[in-house]
C-alpha cells in the first residue's frame, strides 16, 4: 500500500510539469532565506565539453564548475546551486558526478521520491549532496549544497548524456550544450571541446549556424587519454545552434551498426537515397515571426533573426517558396518568393538591418492570421511556421478563444500552422480546467498545432527546433513502413527515435534501435506508398556493412523504451514499469533521479570514474627516442606500497618525476634522479596517506614526457 501511494503522488508531481517547456537558467540561493531576491542568477567557471560519436547518438560529457561569483551572494557559505536546462526529447541522460574533497562521487538512481525525500534531508543538516531530475520530457533540473563560496569556492560537477544525432546524407551532427553555458552571469573565457572519434566518424569540425562558418579541431597527441580532437571555444564562440559535425557513414543512405554481444542493432536509413527516390517536392512556407523581449534569456532578437536566414539557406532549396511577417499589416512580398540565396538574402536584409521592424511585444495571432490570408489568396497548399517567444495566451479561456478564431478564419480547407516556441525565461502560469498548472503558451500551442496538422517544436536551441520543423514539412507526402529482420532469427522491443510509426518524413532519416536473435545478414524492409505509387524494398547488411557499437547500445535502447513508456497513461503499473527500467539500466526517467552523497551517508568515490577535464597532465611526444621508455609497476592495482622500474632512459640525463592524482593534481614528487649505465631506475611510493583510485606516474626528460596509469586499491 505504500508503494501504491507513492506511485500515485509521483504521478501528481508529474502530470503538472509534463508539459513545462524547457527553460534554461543556473541561479544560486540561501535555503535558510526566506523571501523575494533570495534567488540570483551563478556562474559557470570553468566548462569542458567531452563527445564521443555512438551511432545514433553522440556521447555527450559536461563538466561544470559553478560558483555564486557575480552575484551578492558571492560571500557567503551553505548556499544552494540550481540549475535547469533543456534537452530534446529523444535525448538520454545516464550518469550525474559531484566532487567531493577532490574525490569523484557516482550518483546513484534512485526513485525519485525517495531520492528527493533524502535530499532535503540532508541540505538540513547542511551536508554534501547532489540531485539530478527529469521534469518534463525536454526539461531538467540539477541542484547541489552545499556552495560554500566564500571558504571553499566553486563545485563541480559533469551530466554525461547521449544526444541524438541529426542526420544528413553526407553529414551527422549534435548541438552543443550553449545554452546551458551562456546561463552564466560571469562570462566563461574559454571552454575546451574534446572529441574522441574512431571508425566511421571522421573529420570532427564545429558549425556555427548564425554565420554558416565551419571550423576544423585540432589534433592532440595524449598519452594519457589517448589522441583526440580539441579545439578552445571563446565566449563569443557560444552562439545559438552551435554544432559538432562529423562525417556521416551512409552507404548508399543506410548506416547500420549492432553489438552481437548485447544482441541489440540500431540503423539510420535516409529513405530518399535507399530508395532512390526522386528528390525533394517543392514546399510553400510562411514564416511568422513573433518577439517578446522579456521572454528569452540568452538569445537576442539579432541572433534569432540569423539563425532564420541560416536555416532557410541550410534548409530550403530554389524550388521552395517562402513569404515572411514581421510586421502587424502585411507580409514582407505580396506573392511567393523562390527560396535561392540571392532571395532569401534579400527579404531578410530589412529587418536584419533595423531588428526594430519586429516589435518587443506579442501580436502573434494578429500575424497567424495575415499569414492565413496570404495563404488562401495566393495558393492553398501553403503551411505557416511560427517563431515565437511569448505568453501571452497562458490561460486556457483566452487560449480557446484564438483557437477559435483562428480555424474559423482557415475554414474547411486546413492549413497547417507549426510552431517553433523559443521562449525559455520569465514564464506566466495559467491554470487548465483541470486544474494543472500550464506554463506559457504551451496549451495554446500544442492544442493550435494538433487541430491543423502541424508540429510544436520546444526542445533544444531554436536553431535545433527550426532545422526539425523544415525537416518535417514533406512528412505526408507518402507512408512508409520498415520491418527489420535477422538471418535465422527476428527482432523485436524496437523503438523509431522522434516517435514516428509509419507517416515518415521522406527527406529525414527513420532512426530504429531494437534487440534481435540470429545473426547477419540484416534485413530492413522498406513498403509504402509515394507520390500515389507502391513500393516495396529489401535492404541486406552483412557483417562487413554493420559497424560494431559497445555497451552503450543499451542506454540508448533503454532510454527510448522509457521515452514510449512514459508516453503512454500514467497508470501505477505503467509508473512501476518506467522505474524498474530506469534503475535496471541506469537511465534517468521522470520518476527516477541520480543522488550523489558525500561518503559518510553513503556515497562511494568512484574508482574507475576518469576525469577528462583537466589538463595539467596532457602530454605530447616530441621525440621517437620516448617510444623506447619502459614504464612498470608491481603490483598493479596496490594497496599501499608500489614499485616503480624504468629502463630504456639515458644515462647521465636527469630526469623529473611525479604522482598525479585522477584530477591532475600532484600528490607526490620524486627527488631528481640519473639512471644507472644500463639507463634503469628503480623508485618506491608509499601511497599509505592517499585514498584509493586512480594515479598517473609521469616521467619527463629533455625529450618528452611518458605517463603510467595507477591503482590504488581500498
Not at 508529474?14 to 513545462?20: F, G, H, K, S, V
Not at 544552494?80 to 529523444?90: I, M, S
Not at 510544436?456 to 507512408?479: C, V
Request: one cysteine or more.
Amino acid at each position: 500500500m505504500k508503494m501504491l501511494s507513492t506511485f500515485c503522488l509521483i504521478a501528481m508531481l508529474i502530470l503538472c510539469r509534463q508539459i513545462a517547456p524547457a527553460q534554461t537558467a543556473l541561479s544560486v540561493n540561501n535555503p535558510n532565506w526566506w523571501g523575494w531576491g533570495n534567488q540570483e542568477q551563478a556562474t559557470i567557471d570553468d566548462a569542458t565539453i567531452v563527445v564521443r560519436p555512438r551511432g545514433l547518438y553522440m556521447e555527450v560529457g559536461l563538466y561544470l564548475e559553478l560558483s555564486a561569483n557575480g552575484s551578492s551572494l558571492e560571500s557567503y557559505d551553505q548556499l544552494e546551486l540550481t540549475l535547469d536546462f533543456g534537452l530534446p526529447a529523444d535525448a538520454i541522460i545516464h550518469d550525474s558526478w559531484l566532487w567531493i574533497d577532490d574525490q569523484i562521487i557516482k550518483a546513484d538512481l534512485l526513485d525519485r521520491w525517495t531520492a528527493s525525500g533524502i535530499y532535503e534531508e540532508i541540505v538540513d543538516r547542511a551536508q554534501d549532496p547532489s540531485i539530478l531530475y527529469q521534469l518534463s520530457p525536454t526539461q531538467y533540473q540539477l541542484r547541489i549544497f552545499p556552495l560554500n563560496n566564500l571558504s571553499q569556492g566553486s563545485r563541480k560537477v559533469k551530466i554525461t548524456y547521449l544526444m541524438p544525432v541529426d542526420w544528413s546524407a553526407s553529414t551527422a551532427q549534435i548541438e552543443l550544450p550553449v545554452e546551458i553555458l551562456r546561463s552564466s552571469v560571469l562570462e566563461l573565457s574559454t571552454v575546451d571541446l574534446r572529441v574522441w572519434t574512431e571508425a566511421p566518424w571522421g573529420s570532427p569540425r564545429v558549425y556555427t549556424p548564425l554565420t554558416g562558418q565551419t571550423t576544423a579541431l585540432d589534433w592532440v597527441d595524449d598519452n594519457i587519454w589517448g589522441g583526440h580532437q580539441y579545439a578552445e571555444l571563446t565566449w563569443d564562440d557560444l552562439k545559438p545552434g552551435l554544432s559538432l559535425v562529423v562525417d556521416a557513414p551512409f552507404e548508399n543512405g543506410v548506416f547500420v551498426s549492432h553489438s552481437e554481444t548485447e544482441q541489440m542493432y540500431q540503423f539510420a536509413v535516409l529513405p530518399r537515397q535507399a530508395l532512390n527516390l526522386e528528390g525533394p517536392t517543392s514546399r510553400k512556407v510562411v514564416f511568422v515571426l513573433n518577439y517578446d523581449s522579456y521572454k528569452t534569456n540568452n538569445l537576442t532578437k539579432e541572433e534569432m533573426l540569423q539563425t532564420l536566414r541560416q536555416s532557410m539557406l541550410d534548409m530550403l532549396n530554389p524550388s521552395d517558396s517562402f513569404n515572411l511577417i514581421y510586421q502587424s499589416t502585411l507580409p514582407a512580398n505580396n506573392a511567393w518568393l523562390p527560396a535561392d540565396e540571392q532571395t532569401i538574402n534579400s527579404v531578410m536584409a530589412p529587418v536584419l538591418d533595423n531588428p526594430n521592424l519586429l516589435t518587443n511585444y506579442d501580436v502573434l495571432v494578429t500575424r497567424l492570421n495575415l499569414a492565413i490570408d496570404f495563404i488562401q489568396l495566393h495558393d492553398q497548399g501553403g503551411e505557416i511556421i511560427a517563431l515565437s517567444n511569448s505568453d501571452s495566451y497562458a490561460d486556457t479561456w483566452s487560449a480557446n478563444n484564438y483557437i477559435d478564431q483562428l480555424l474559423e478564419n482557415i475554414g474547411a480547407d486546413i492549413i497547417p500552422i507549426h510552431i517553433v516556441d523559443y521562449q525559455n525565461f520569465n514564464y506566466v502560469i495559467g491554470w487548465s480546467i483541470w486544474n494543472q498548472n500550464i506554463v506559457g503558451n504551451t496549451y495554446f500551442y500544442d492544442n493550435l498545432t494538433r487541430l491543423t496538422g502541424g508540429l510544436y517544436e520546444r526542445g533544444g536551441s531554436i536553431f535545433y527546433k527550426l532545422r526539425h520543423i523544415l525537416e518535417y514539412l514533406d512528412a505526408f507526402e507518402g507512408i512508409l513502413e520498415t520491418y527489420t529482420t535477422f538471418d535465422n532469427g527476428f527482432t523485436y522491443q524496437r523503438y523509431n527515435l522522434g516517435g514516428i510509426v509509419d507517416e515518415v518524413p521522406f527527406g529525414a532519416p527513420l532512426r530504429q534501435v531494437g534487440k534481435y536473435q540470429g545473426q547477419l545478414p540484416m534485413q530492413i524492409h522498406l513498403t509504402g506508398e509515394y507520390n500515389g505509387a507502391f513500393f516495396g524494398e529489401t535492404i541486406t547488411v552483412d557483417a562487413g556493412q554493420s559497424y560494431p557499437v559497445d555497451t552503450l547500445i543499451r542506454e540508448m535502447w533503454a532510454g527510448n523504451s522509457i521515452h514510449v513508456l512514459q508516453g503512454q497513461t500514467a497508470s501505477n503499473v505503467n509508473i512501476a514499469a518506467v522505474i524498474d527500467r530506469s534503475l535496471e539500466e541506469r537511465v534517468l526517467s521522470i520518476y527516477t533521479a541520480f543522488l550523489c552523497l558525500e561518503p559518510n551517508l553513503g556515497g562511494e568515490p568512484c574508482l574507475e570514474c576518469i576525469d577528462e577535464s583537466d589538463d595539467v597532465i596532457l602530454v605530447e611526444s616530441t621525440e621517437s627516442e620516448e617510444l623506447d621508455i619502459i614504464l612498470k609497476a608491481s603490483p598493479n592495482p596496490f594497496v599501499d606500497l608500489v614499485t616503480l622500474t624504468l629502463s630504456g632512459l639515458r644515462y647521465g640525463e636527469t630526469y623529473r618525476m611525479a604522482i598525479y592524482n585522477a584530477q591532475g593534481h600532484i600528490v607526490h614528487i620524486f627527488a631528481e634522479a640519473n639512471p644507472n649505465g644500463l639507463g634503469e631506475l628503480t623508485l618506491e611510493w608509499d601511497s599509505s596517506d592517499h585514498p584509493a583510485g586512480l594515479y598517473f606516474f609521469a616521467i619527463e626528460g629533455q625529450n618528452g614526457r611518458a605517463v603510467m596509469k595507477l591503482v590504488k586499491q581500498p
